[in-house]
């Protein structure tokens, strides 16, 4: 299953926000922790910008909302709601997305744990979802700076590349760093070259460049790939890593990210209830086979039980003779004195405590 967004991902869904260039920004809602709402109004009506988790995505569809926004949902209202946005970009190659408006900045960090930062014109934090104590500290009224910048993949010169894909790491390990895994791993198919090389010669180097700047211009076709009906990924091109597999093509990626999570979901959600189903099953089987073996040994007792009922009867006189033998000598002398001079040898046991012989039919 899709777990991100990767940095090429992020560049086309920015290219297709553009139009919300000049839309006002009507409501804001957070749904948890790391899921946000906000519904803006443009030129052709109204629109959800959706941030859900490390993926970012538009949808004609407001979806559940909690009633009571909570504290931070309710400075993202004060500053941003009927304020048009002025500009959305990506941070060079990062997994970042930044909205502006005429005075504040909205920045959706789409990577590792996930945050959403609210800062003033001039990037000081008036509030984050997650606040940093340490290291890249992100905490109000300080001042946000980005991650430490990185080779912008996007205007990545030859050189560049070829030093990367150098660096000793296997070959798409370190093109997976530049704009995601399965895109890396494409790049290696069409320039039919090993994505497990770790050397690699100036002539395939060569090709890999090229791979990876004809693959950053081809012409977008968003879809949705499949395997036995299953979603396993959304993507921006036709690859041919997924050669083969099912596909459902989509006029514009946002649309794929966001039919993509709502199937996964719901095929997690029928994962889930058929694991439930399942454990119910074992459970009840389980059970059943207790009842099974309780009844197996119920009716082997009754067997055994029907067998003494039938020697009893069988033997009925011999036995009336031993009880009449031991009544006898009883009322004459005490338990240990019968014990010893009792001379029946079917009697094979005899327990003065409770009273009870055995007897050997």
């Known amino acids: 299953m899709k777990k991100?967004?990767?940095?090429?991902?992020?560049?086309?869904?920015?290219n297709e926000f553009q139009f919300l260039v000049d839309a006002r920004i009507e409501k804001i809602?957070?749904?948890?922790?790391?899921?946000?709402?906000f519904k803006i109004h443009h030129t052709g009506g109204d629109i959800f910008l959706k941030i859900q988790g490390k993926f970012i995505y538009l949808s004609s569809e407001k979806g559940d909302t909690p009633e009571t926004p909570s504290s931070l949902c309710t400075i993202l209202r004060k500053n941003l709601e009927n304020r048009k946005i002025r500009?959305?970009?990506?941070?060079?190659?990062?997994?970042?997305?930044?909205?502006e408006t005429e005075s504040t900045i909205l920045i959706a960090e789409l990577f590792g744990q996930q945050n959403l930062i609210l800062c003033d014109s001039d990037y000081k934090v008036i509030a984050a979802s997650r606040v940093q104590k340490e290291g890249r500290i992100i905490s109000r009224g300080e001042k946000y700076n980005f991650p430490e910048e990185k080779i912008n993949a996007f205007k990545i010169s030859e050189n560049e590349f070829s030093a990367i894909i150098s660096s000793g790491?296997?070959?798409v390990k370190s093109v997976a760093g530049l704009i995601g895994g399965v895109y890396a791993e494409e790049v290696c198919l069409r320039a039919k070259i090993d994505k497990n090389s770790k050397k690699i010669s100036r002539d395939e180097s060569k090709k890999l460049y090229d791979a990876f700047v004809s693959l950053l211009k081809q012409e977008p076709s968003p879809m949705i790939v499949f395997e036995k009906e299953a979603p396993i990924d959304a993507v921006v091109f036709e690859l041919e890593h997924y050669a083969g597999k099912s596909k459902v093509l989509f006029s514009n990626f946002y649309e794929a990210v966001e039919s993509y999570l709502f199937?996964?979901?719901?095929?997690?959600?029928?994962?889930?209830a058929e694991k439930k189903y399942n454990l119910q099953i074992e459970k009840i089987n389980s059970i059943i086979k207790m009842q099974e073996k309780r009844i197996s040994e119920l009716r082997e007792e009754a067997e055994r039980n029907q067998r003494a009922g039938e020697l009893i009867y069988e033997k009925y006189q011999e036995i009336s003779d031993i009880m009449k033998e031991l009544q006898e000598a009883k009322n004459k002398m005490?338990?240990?004195e019968m014990k010893s001079k009792i001379k029946?040898?079917?009697?094979?046991f005899v327990d003065e405590k409770d009273a009870l012989i055995t007897v050997d039919l």
């Open 344 to 348: 029946n040898k079917k009697i094979t």
């Open 87 to 99: 500009k959305i970009w990506q941070k060079g190659s990062e997994r970042i997305v930044i909205f």
């Open 169 to 171: 790491i296997e070959l």
């Open 334 to 336: 005490s338990w240990e």
């Open 29 to 37: 809602y957070q749904v948890s922790k790391k899921e946000f709402i």
């Open 263 to 272: 199937q996964s979901l719901a095929k997690e959600k029928e994962s889930e």
């Open 4 to 14: 991100e967004l990767s940095a090429l991902e992020i560049r086309q869904l920015v």
